[in-house]
């Protein structure tokens, strides 16, 4: 598992900000994360330790903000086929220029896809159906589900502690190499920061503040 737990993945796996604070950060809205379909489920992407598997932009898309849960204007949908990484769909809100009404032109296709508007348009405009683009990343990325409603916080990307199954999924340029059940070491997370949490005051300082919301936003780490 490496690093997976330690070093620069400590603020991401243990984060313990889930309250909301007092300087507004309640009003802000959890963001949509991407979906991977892995051992007949469809799971939250987590965390990824050598980037985004997919980036828009390197495809020429131009990703603006659909809604205050999509920031980045995306998200993907990966599936592994015959232990092969795809990317079946991407919902997308392109604007072809810096125009906002060239958002209702529709994007280019993408590995021979049309889009087609989307019904779900808070995460994107357009959408890509069956794609079949094969992915070649080498990493891990960080899959879960069964998410813990009570510890919902409106401000981010969920981390894994905050579900219930949590699996690391190992790829060598696209294939699948392993799949690394997490749950447990997750759980351990949540009863030492339920202890630490019982210790803290509710208040936090400019730079605690600053710091949780850029922790929230990130999903990388290091194997």
């Known amino acids: 598992m490496g690093s997976l737990l330690s070093g620069n993945n400590v603020g991401y796996f243990t984060n313990t900000s889930h309250k909301s604070t007092k300087n507004g950060t309640k009003n802000m809205t959890a963001q949509v994360s991407d979906i991977v379909s892995y051992g007949g489920s469809q799971l939250h992407l987590a965390a990824y330790s050598n980037g985004e598997p997919f980036d828009p932009v390197k495809y020429g898309y131009r990703p603006v903000m659909a809604s205050t849960a999509c920031w980045r204007g995306y998200l993907c ?8 990484l795809y990317l079946d769909k991407l919902h997308i809100n392109h604007q072809e220029s810096d125009t906002p009404f060239s958002q209702a032109k529709p994007p280019p296709k993408l590995n021979g896809s049309d889009a087609s508007i989307a019904k779900r348009s808070h995460i994107g405009r357009w959408l ?10 080498t990493g891990g990325l960080v899959v879960a589900q069964g998410f813990i409603r009570d510890l919902y ?8 502690w905050k579900y219930e199954e949590v699996y690391e999924l190992i790829f ?52």
């Open 128 to 137: 890509f159906e069956n794609v079949g683009l094969a992915i070649d990343y």
């Open 153 to 160: 916080v409106h401000m981010g990307f969920h981390p894994a």
């Open 172 to 223: 060598e340029k696209g294939k699948f190499k392993e799949g690394i059940d997490l749950s447990s070491k997750m759980t351990d997370i949540r009863q030492k920061i339920e202890s630490e949490d019982k210790k803290k005051s509710e208040n936090a300082s400019r730079e605690e503040i600053e710091k949780w919301i850029e922790d929230c936003f990130r999903r990388d780490y290091k194997r």
């Open 77 to 84: 949908e990966y599936k592994i086929e015959n232990q092969q």
